[in-house]
């Protein structure tokens, strides 16, 4: 009897063993980029999001407004679906969630996905200003160019030699 008690002792050892030696590789951390298509002036950038890493991939997302709603300095948010690839899984634990160009908002950790709520910025090139001219000597007029809402100011003055020098530089505080 303590033959089979030792032998069955022994088999469940070796077998947990196995197991533990099959078990998959711990992601600790994760990032993912919200990258954007940089377009003409004047134009929201379109936006796409990317893994960081070839050990877990985005699955699934979707965003809360549709492209064409989407207005500078006006968020929307991403929710995104991420999955370990085969071999790997995510640490329950982890604290370590980044996102460039973006910010998470809230979060769902398990070892075989991860689901995010991600607040996203969109941005715009803005366009040069036009119709720019001296109403009298000391006004300075200019069309107002769509979205921008300050301006920096920089007045110069060619000298002799062709180069320039600053003569009123004006920054928003």
Same mark, same amino acid.
């Given at each position: 009897m303590k033959t089979l008690k030792?032998?069955?002792?022994?088999?469940? +050892?070796? @077998?947990? +063993?196995?197991?533990?030696?099959?078990?998959?590789?711990e992601i600790k951390?994760?990032?993912?980029?919200? *990258?954007?298509? $940089?377009t003409d002036p004047g134009i929201v950038y379109e936006a796409e999001l990317t893994s960081g890493s070839?050990?877990?991939? @985005?699955?699934?997302?979707?965003?809360? =407004?549709? #492209?064409?709603?989407?207005?500078?300095?006006k968020k929307v948010t991403f929710n995104v679906t991420i999955e370990p690839t085969e071999g790997y899984r995510f640490d329950r634990d982890m604290k370590n969630i980044y996102v460039s160009n973006g910010e998470v908002a809230s979060k769902s950790i398990r070892s075989n $996905? @991860?689901?995010?709520? &991600? *607040?996203?910025?969109? =941005?715009v090139t803005l366009e040069e200003?036009?119709? @720019?001219?001296f109403e009298d000597e000391y006004l300075a &007029?200019?069309?107002? &160019?769509? #979205?921008?809402r300050q301006y920096e100011v920089q007045i110069l003055k060619e000298n002799d030699n062709? *180069?320039?020098?600053?003569l009123l530089y004006?920054?928003?505080?």
């Open positions: 030792l032998f069955i002792t022994t088999l469940f +050892m070796v @077998i947990a +063993m196995a197991i533990t030696s099959f078990a998959s590789t951390s994760v990032s993912i980029r919200i *990258n954007e298509k $940089k070839s050990w877990y991939e @985005i699955t699934d997302w979707s965003v809360s =407004k549709d #492209y064409s709603d989407w207005n500078p300095g $996905k @991860i689901e995010l709520r &991600v *607040n996203y910025i969109p =941005k200003p036009t119709n @720019i001219y &007029v200019w069309d107002e &160019v769509e #979205y921008c062709g *180069n320039y020098t600053c004006t920054s928003p505080s």
